[in-house]
Structures are given as structure tokens and as C-alpha cells.
């Protein structure tokens, strides 16, 4: 805050009698008056100095009143700068074009104490506010500022969390994420549970933020315990459909033990034997995988669709899974909703079909290439860099891994 | 959240009046269901021909308000079609809503 005793006025008046009497009076308010001659001179002041009030004669050789505020305000557009004019005229006329320079109130001549003393108490009144603002301002900025900083190293520590790309037995994993500017409930993983069985997941947690983001950890973190449990259930001579339906079943349960929330989240959940290609994928309520079996033709969706985790209670026999043996050479794809929901601007959707089609046209490029291509087309259909959610697309390869793979005759 | 709301045999027809129920609407919608059930609403015909978007943050909203109501009352929904008919069939809304083709079944649902 800027206190009167040492608030600094800038004087611009050519007649000197005129000038003195002001510079008197101002000093006897408890201002600090500066005195120039003619708008030239103010102009030249108000670059060198942090002046904010600046009283101004009309009539001026050089430069006069209305110029010199037009010019002020040119020069200097964002700073707090407040212009009483001098008048002797009584024209409304003048006065509007006076205003219209950026003149913020005027004094008439001649020049009565009560009336100057009124209007620096306004100026006064205005730089107060204005210099509160600017402190309020640069507190939120700062705050603002902290808060991204706080949200872009929770979503790195999120991507961290995310595994490379990396060959399970005969399955090679690859993936490609375009992150939306927000912290969001996207997360997956895959990893060996056995020395013959993998476990693969995509999980989305409703709506976006660090809530959503904090519970898709919580299901990572819960997920990353169930290799032990999928062993021992292994272990007892169970087929992978069971494992699967126990495990989806398990951590709805988990989900529905925690105080409501409102969120709940959509999975594909599946175990794979990394050496036959024998898989069963759990869906519920998550965009269903595709499978691209063989080249050049259009991945085709697995499954129909799945009640959500942490929604309803459900028993295993509720879980919807798919059940089949992959090819070798099939590619399978599990995919975020910011992929198929991921709009043009005139607002038409990526889908499913084109994401089909795409990943079949695509199929003799190796795993790698193919992401690579498929991220840069998904980036040239919404047209901007940042996207509205989470792209992410995880491709599996089963079989020998590479560009031939796929060249059976 | 744009509603226009209308009684018929005790049954409360609300009717959507928003295209998207998104993030941006979804704690709105929330409310909603709140309200009417504090409102005595206890059985909802609830249109939802014009929304042509519902993202997962509308859904759960929409879920929020069906458990909300428990057994207190009935909920039944028309007018679903295009991207939230397919959001619905692919998280299995379908079973635990009645999903009717149109506002007079919807009533007659009710009615029993």
C-alpha cells in the first residue's frame, strides 16, 4: 500500500506562477510533487520514474494535456496510471475528448484547495485499490502457479508408475500415451505372475482430477498384490477363467468396502498363458479390446460390455469374460475412451471402427511403428496438441514379434 | 442442470433438457436426484431423449441417484439412444435400469 506522505505527483504546467502554487498546495496534502513544464518533459518523467497520479494543464507548448494522456496510456498500457486535467473550459465538448484520451478526472481553474484535496483523495482512493489488486493478483498467480507444478509432478510420478515396453514369454507389450493437460484416472500395467502366466489391465476411473487420479492408484497398487493371489488360485490347478472372475470379483469388492466416493471405474482385466497364446479377458463397462488376427483385414471388438468395478455388487459368475487362444503373429489392443471418444473439430468422434481399420491398415509396420503412425493420426484428427483426456493405447503382439510376424501367406 | 418436471398419477416425468451430462454437469445432476427424492418424488420417469452425450462422471451420477433412492422409490428412464444408448449397453445399465422405448411404457412401469 502506498501511503499519502510519500505518494509522488507528477505537475505538468507551463505557466510557472501556476505550477508553484500547485506544487505548494500539493506539499501541504502530504503529497510529493514533481514538477515538469510541458507534456514532452512528463512524458520523458514518467519512463524513468514509478509515478501514478499525474495532474496536467490543457494548454501546453510542446505537447498539450490530451496529447500527453493519449500517449501516456499508449505507452504505458498495463501500469496503473491516473490523470486529473487542469481546465479553465467549461465546453463539454472538450471535456468528452478529454475523457476519450484517458483523462480519469479533471480540476477546474482556478484552483481551490477543497477541491484538489477532494480529487488526490479519489486518485489516492484508486491507487490503493489498484496496488491491493496487484497484491491479490500476484498471490494467486503464485498459487496457481504452485498448484500446476503440484499437479504435473503427481502425473509424472503417475506415468513412473507405468510399465516399459517389454516381452512376457511369447507376448511383446508396447504402448503409446498422449496425456491431457489434467491428472486424470487412466492407468495400466502388465507383469508375469507366474513363470508362465501374465496378467494385463487398462483402467479408467470416472470423471477426471486428483481424486479420480488417487483411486486408479489405489487399483493399481491392489493389482500389483495380486500376482501371489493368482499363483496360489494357479497353483490349485485352476483354469485362467477362474483367476479372472476372482480377481475382477475381488477388487469390485474392494471398491465398494471404501466409503462412497461417486466414482467407480471401467477395466479390461485379463491373464494371458504367455506360452500356448490361451486368453481370457474380463470386461466391465470398459471400451472392449480389438483383435487384429490377421494382416490387413479390421481388429475386430472382444465382448459386448460388463458391469463397471465398484458400481454393484456382483459375484464372480456375473463377470462377462471372452475366452479364446490368440494366433500367432494377432495383435491385440486394449485403448483408453480418450482414443475413441477423441473428437474432430467439427466434432466428429475417432470411434471404434476407424480405430479397427486404422490398426489393420497398419498392420505390416512393426508394433512400435504402428503406435507411433496411430498416435500421430489420432493427433492429426483432433487437430491441437493437448487432447481432452488420456489417450492411451497398449498393444500386445503374440508370437514371433516384428514386421514379418504377420506375413503369413 | 435444465429440467422441466410434470406429474402424472403421482408419477414425476423429468425431463432433461441438457445435450451433454458431462464432468461439467455431473455433481448438477447429482443434485438433482437429491432433491427431488427431499422434494417427495418417489416415482421418477426420467427423459433423457435430449441428451445426446454422457461421459462415465454423468453416469455415476446418474447410478448415485438410484442408489440414493433405494427402496424408497422406483426409478425409470426413456429416451435413451444414440452414444448413451451405447454407454449404457456397454457398462450394463441396460440391467439395472428399466430402460423403456417410450414415455407411455415408462409410465405404465411405474404405475405397477
Not at chain 1, 487384429?292 to 456375473?318: C, H, R, Y
Not at chain 2, 464432468?23 to 432433491?35: G, V
Request: with cysteine.
Amino acid at each position: 500500500m502506498t501511503s499519502p506522505a510519500i505518494t509522488p505527483v507528477l505537475i505538468a504546467e507551463d505557466d510557472a506562477p501556476t505550477r508553484k502554487l500547485l506544487a505548494a498546495l500539493l506539499h501541504k496534502l502530504g503529497f510529493s510533487p514533481i514538477e515538469v513544464r510541458d507534456g514532452l518533459e512528463a512524458l520523458e518523467t514518467m519512463e524513468t520514474s514509478g509515478i501514478h497520479i499525474v495532474i496536467s494543464d490543457w494548454d501546453m507548448p510542446g505537447m498539450d494535456g490530451p496529447t500527453l494522456c493519449q500517449t501516456l496510456r499508449e505507452r504505458h498500457p498495463g501500469r496503473f496510471i491516473y490523470i486529473v486535467m487542469l481546465t479553465g473550459r467549461e465546453d463539454a465538448g472538450a471535456h468528452m475528448s478529454a475523457l476519450d484520451a484517458g483523462a480519469d478526472d479533471f480540476i477546474r481553474k482556478p484552483i481551490s484547495t477543497a477541491e484538489l484535496r477532494a480529487r488526490l483523495r479519489t486518485a489516492q482512493r484508486m491507487l490503493t485499490l489498484h496496488s491491493d489488486l496487484a497484491i491479490r493478483n500476484q498471490k494467486l498467480n503464485m498459487a496457481h502457479a504452485f498448484l500446476s507444478k503440484e499437479l504435473a509432478s503427481a502425473q509424472k510420478v503417475q506415468f513412473d508408475l507405468l510399465p516399459k515396453p517389454a516381452s512376457l514369454g511369447a507376448a511383446t507389450f508396447d504402448w503409446i500415451l498422449d496425456p491431457s493437460c489434467y491428472i486424470g484416472g487412466d492407468t495400466f500395467d502388465y507383469f508375469m505372475v507366474n513363470d508362465r502366466l501374465a496378467a494385463l489391465y487398462i483402467l479408467d476411473v470416472s470423471g477426471h482430477g486428483v481424486a479420480a487420479a488417487m483411486l486408479a492408484f489405489t487399483a493399481h497398487t491392489r493389482l500389483m498384490y495380486t500376482p501371489q493371489q493368482i499363483a496360489a488360485v494357479a497353483e490349485k490347478g485352476e483354469g485362467i477363467e477362474i483367476i479372472v472372475r476372482e480377481v475382477v470379483t475381488g477388487i469390485n469388492r474392494h471398491f465398494l468396502s471404501m466409503k462412497d466416493t461417486g466414482h467407480y471405474m471401467t477395466m479390461i482385466f485379463g491373464i494371458l498363458d504367455t506360452e500356448t497364446g490361451q486368453l481370457c479377458l474380463a470386461q466391465s463397462g470398459h471400451p472392449p479390446p480389438l483383435l487384429l488376427a490377421d494382416a490387413d483385414t479390421i481388429a475386430q471388438p472382444l465382448g459386448t460390455g460388463g458391469l463397471a468395478i465398484g458400481m454393484f455388487e456382483f459375484d464372480p459368475g456375473d463377470v462377462e469374460v471372452s475366452n479364446l487362444t490368440l494366433p500367432h503373429g494377432s495383435r491385440l489392443f486394449l485403448y483408453s475412451d480418450g482414443v475413441t471418444e477423441c473428437e474432430s473439430p467439427a466434432g466428429d468422434p475417432y470411434g471404434q471402427d476407424r480405430l479397427g481399420a486404422r490398426l489393420g491398415a497398419l498392420s505390416r509396420l512393426s508394433l512400435h511403428e504402428a503406435l507411433a503412425s496411430l498416435k500421430d493420426d489420432l493427433l492429426a484428427w483432433r487437430g491441437s496438441d493437448l487432447p481432452e483426456d488420456d489417450v492411451t493405447v497398449i498393444a500386445m503382439e503374440f508370437g514371433t514379434p516384428g514386421p514379418c510376424a504377420l506375413d503369413r501367406a | 442442470m435444465h429440467t422441466e418436471i410434470s406429474q402424472v398419477d403421482g408419477i414425476s416425468i423429468v425431463r432433461i433438457q441438457e445435450k451433454r451430462i458431462d464432468a461439467a454437469r455431473a455433481s448438477d445432476f447429482r443434485a438433482m436426484f437429491q432433491e427431488l427424492i427431499q422434494a417427495g418424488h418417489r416415482r421418477i420417469a426420467l427423459d433423457l431423449s435430449k441428451v445426446e452425450f454422457m461421459d462415465s462422471s454423468g453416469l455415476g451420477a446418474l447410478v448415485g441417484g438410484l442408489k440414493l433412492m433405494g427402496d424408497k422409490g422406483d426409478l425409470a428412464l426413456f429416451g435413451v439412444t444414440g452414444l448413451v444408448e451405447s454407454l449404457f449397453r456397454l457398462t450394463r445399465m441396460d440391467k439395472i435400469f428399466p430402460i423403456l422405448g417410450n414415455e407411455a411404457d415408462t409410465l405404465d412401469r411405474l404405475r405397477t
